[in-house]
């Protein structure tokens, strides 16, 4: 296949070209990139998909999801296993229609992403790549403790990343904040969380949102740190010196800021019936200073050259599945360049999941992980809900607003 666009940005924070081709190989990686007449000579019988006004660039990279969590469901109590894996599974193939080929599963019900990547090899479904956490780890009464595992004590936490890499995980998630100005996990435990991932191999992100946990765990040295939502300019730093990663997840704070104070609109202090949004309600005075600190700071971090991820974190019921490109919107309304915000959901994640030898950027001899939207995306991010075409290693999973997401006949 050769896929002909006006535009064509590689995914690295600065490179657009013009005019350019791609052409995918039987192997699924991206042969060559050269001009579109060269390549129809070169490849007469290939089948060519000319896009003309339009943007090619990496398939997009949503840093932090949760594909199967109950709380995103209204009547979650209703829900068994099997129906939980239907409701991941849908939820990730929606991906394909934001452009997005990669997620990383940051806490879901437990061994749900790794039954869909087993059922993905088996030729069962068709879903993004998938990289995932288990369940993730608070301490009793800790944040989201309803839906995590809780564990106290270095060796109980190192028990439980124990039996979480024994079943299969392939990161780790901890969660030491919620929304008041203490930390919940002690320093020694979050020591022992990160030596324990680390000494195995192990990736860890954490949920820190607040200080003084966003310092310990800068201090403890986690590879990623998740929201970061009151973080300063010399945490900023401090990260960008240890190569600690920053997913803002600025949509999801926002998000939750905007629901509550429509809510506060319309009913006033009117008791609200719906339990979920009576739980975010009690958040609310969290929620306005979080949207604001995104605001005011976001382009401040960035330029600290801290490796920054795009992330969305909806866990919200009636909250849109995946919406990368809106989070994206927002990095770009807060100062970086439409360029700069596709790399922060490309390279910058293929780096962080180790990789960027494999995709991440449109270059030679990487996996055709691809995505087309119309016109200029180059000067204009919201570009990004036009998505036309989607390939996930050279093959079609989208186009013109279908999935392709059918599977091969598995008795043959
Ligand atoms: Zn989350």
């Not at 994640?349 to 995709?359: D, I, N, T």
């Not at 570009?383 to 290693?393: A, I, N, Q």
């Not at 093959?395 to 607003?401: A, H, I, Q």
């Amino acid at each position: 296949m050769i896929i002909s666009t006006k535009y064509l940005i590689t995914g690295d924070g600065k490179t657009v070209l013009t005019d350019k081709a791609v052409y995918i190989g039987e192997d699924g990686k991206i042969g060559k990139i050269a001009q579109k007449e060269e390549l129809l000579k070169e490849f007469p019988q290939e089948e060519v998909k000319e896009y003309g006004d339009a943007t090619l660039l990496p398939g997009l990279m949503d840093m932090h999801a949760h594909l199967a969590y109950g709380y995103s469901q209204p009547d979650s109590f209703n829900y068994g296993s099997q129906l939980i894996m239907l409701y991941a599974l849908q939820h990730a193939q929606s991906a394909f229609e934001r452009g997005i080929t990669t997620v990383r599963d940051m806490s879901s019900a437990h061994g749900v992403c790794k039954n869909l990547k087993l059922a993905e090899k088996k030729g069962f479904v068709v879903i993004p790549r998938i990289v995932h956490t288990d369940t993730g780890i608070c301490m009793t009464g800790g944040h989201a403790w309803e839906e995590v595992e809780e564990m106290d004590g270095p060796w109980a936490i190192r028990k439980e990343i124990r039996k979480q890499v024994r079943d299969g995980a392939e990161w780790v998630k901890i969660l030491t904040t919620n929304r008041e100005p203490y930390p919940e996990f002690t320093q020694e435990e979050l020591d022992a969380a990160v030596d324990e991932c680390h000494r195995r191999g192990i990736k860890c992100g954490v949920h820190a949102g607040t200080n003084p946990g966003i310092q310990m765990c800068i201090d403890a040295g986690f590879d990623t740190i998740e929201h970061g939502t009151f973080m300063t300019l010399d945490h900023a730093k401090q990260m960008a010196e240890k190569g600690i990663a920053w997913t803002p997840t600025i949509m999801a704070y926002t998000y939750l800021y905007k629901l509550c104070k429509e809510n506060i609109e319309k009913n006033g202090d009117a008791p609200v019936s719906d339990p979920v949004m009576q739980k975010e309600m009690a958040n609310y005075e969290f929620f306005e200073p979080a949207y604001k600190a995104y605001r005011d700071h976001f382009k401040e971090f960035y330029d600290t050259g801290v490796t920054v991820l795009a992330g969305t974190d909806m866990v919200m019921y009636h909250s849109p599945l995946l919406p990368l490109p809106r989070e994206l919107q927002y990095m770009v309304e807060y100062g970086i360049t439409p360029v700069q915000a596709i790399q922060v959901a490309t390279s910058n994640p293929a780096k962080v999941l180790g990789v960027e030898k494999e995709r991440g950027l449109v270059a030679e001899g990487l996996d055709a992980d691809l995505l087309v939207v119309g016109g200029d995306l180059s000067r204009d991010i919201t570009r990004l809900k036009d998505v036309k075409f989607v390939t996930l290693g050279g093959k079609r999973v989208f186009e013109d607003g279908i999935r392709y997401v059918g599977t091969g006949n598995m008795f043959m």
